[in-house]
């Protein structure tokens, strides 16, 4: 595995696979790897030729500062876990690399992002785009790897793919999580051990709320329910927890209909550290 530092350096590597008629599938991480990451890597590793993982905390994706200054950062550890796991190239840039000058564009995703993280955490999805694009333009990938962990952003890059042309196929893969049912998280590492033993009645507040809309229940009522339980916990500080359409993401009203996929989504603190986990259910 070779690690790049310089945007140019993996720009040429990208030119040159391809040229040589191979397949690139990019992972983009903010490091502090877990087996959610892993597996990403390995499905690319799959599918791919060659594999490129970036990971950069990216400043502009980052609403809180503190948020931003306690991101736990270990490139060490990260690349010892990325070879074996099939990763060609470890792109690990400077915030100068990758931006070299500061940006003026801005993207706004419309009603995908008035909702929930983009709603919350403002500027956060224009971060995203931005940083996304930059890595797709450096790494030139036939495929992009995601987690559903981060449904909404899955659905704002699904959009800037296709509304500008990148000729890429995202891939969305499915959430890995703890035993206890916890979503594996690089911000796992930053919860007290009380914390730490709350944490998984996010999943199971989801849970709760899923069985409700499968059941016919009103979103309301799986709303209501969800949020009680979480609410039941003093341990954790509500951010939302909304049940939405999974395919627009604006809040579901009503009794799902037969076939319509519903995301339930819930963000919440836990001493200090942002939790977000989401289901999606079918009716
Ligand atoms: P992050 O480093 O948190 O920005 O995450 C990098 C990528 O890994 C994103 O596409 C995330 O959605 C994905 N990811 C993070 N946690 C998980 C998880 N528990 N299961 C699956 N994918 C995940």
């Known amino acids: 595995m070779e690690i790049l530092q310089a945007a140019a350096e993996l720009q040429a590597r990208a030119?040159?696979?391809?040229?040589?008629?191979?397949?690139?599938?990019l992972v983009p991480t903010m490091g502090a790897l877990h087996e959610g990451h892993l597996q990403l890597v390995r499905a690319a590793a799959r599918e791919n030729d060659v594999v490129v993982v970036s990971i950069f905390v990216n400043p502009t994706q980052f609403n809180n500062p503190e948020d931003f200054?306690?991101?736990?950062?270990?490139?060490e550890a990260d690349a010892a876990l990325l070879a074996p796991a099939g990763c060609t190239a470890l792109f690990l840039p400077s915030v100068?690399?990758?931006?070299?000058?500061?940006?003026?564009?801005?993207?706004?995703?419309?009603p995908l992002e008035r909702v929930m993280e983009g709603a919350h955490r403002p500027g956060h999805f224009n971060g995203v785009a931005t940083v996304v694009s930059k890595l797709f333009h450096l790494s030139r990938p036939h495929r992009a790897y995601f987690g559903q962990k981060d449904l909404q952003q899955v659905a704002v890059i699904r959009q800037l793919t296709a509304d500008l042309s990148f000729d890429l196929e995202v891939v969305a893969f499915p959430t890995v999580r703890e035993?206890?049912?916890l979503a594996m998280s690089s911000r796992n590492r930053r919860l007290a051990a009380n914390d730490r033993a709350v944490a998984p009645r996010l999943h199971a507040a989801l849970e709760a709320g899923a069985r409700l809309v499968t059941a016919g229940q009103t979103a309301e009522a799986a709303q209501?329910?969800?949020?009680?339980?979480?609410?039941?916990?003093s341990a954790i500080t509500p951010e939302y927890f909304a049940v939405v359409d999974a395919r627009t993401l604006q809040?579901?009203?009503?009794?799902?209909?037969?076939?319509?996929?519903?995301?339930?989504?819930?963000?919440?603190?836990l001493g200090?550290?942002?939790l977000i986990d989401n289901l999606v259910v079918q009716v």
């Open 224 to 233: 209501g329910a969800g949020s009680r339980l979480i609410a039941a916990e």
């Open 179 to 181: 035993a206890d049912g």
């Open 69 to 75: 200054r306690l991101y736990p950062r270990l490139p």
């Open 15 to 25: 030119e040159k696979w391809r040229q040589a008629g191979q397949r690139i599938g």
């Open 96 to 110: 100068e690399q990758m931006y070299p000058q500061p940006t003026v564009l801005t993207f706004d995703f419309g």
């Open 251 to 269: 809040p579901l009203v009503g009794v799902a209909q037969p076939g319509q996929p519903v995301a339930l989504c819930v963000a919440a603190y």
């Open 272 to 274: 200090g550290v942002r």
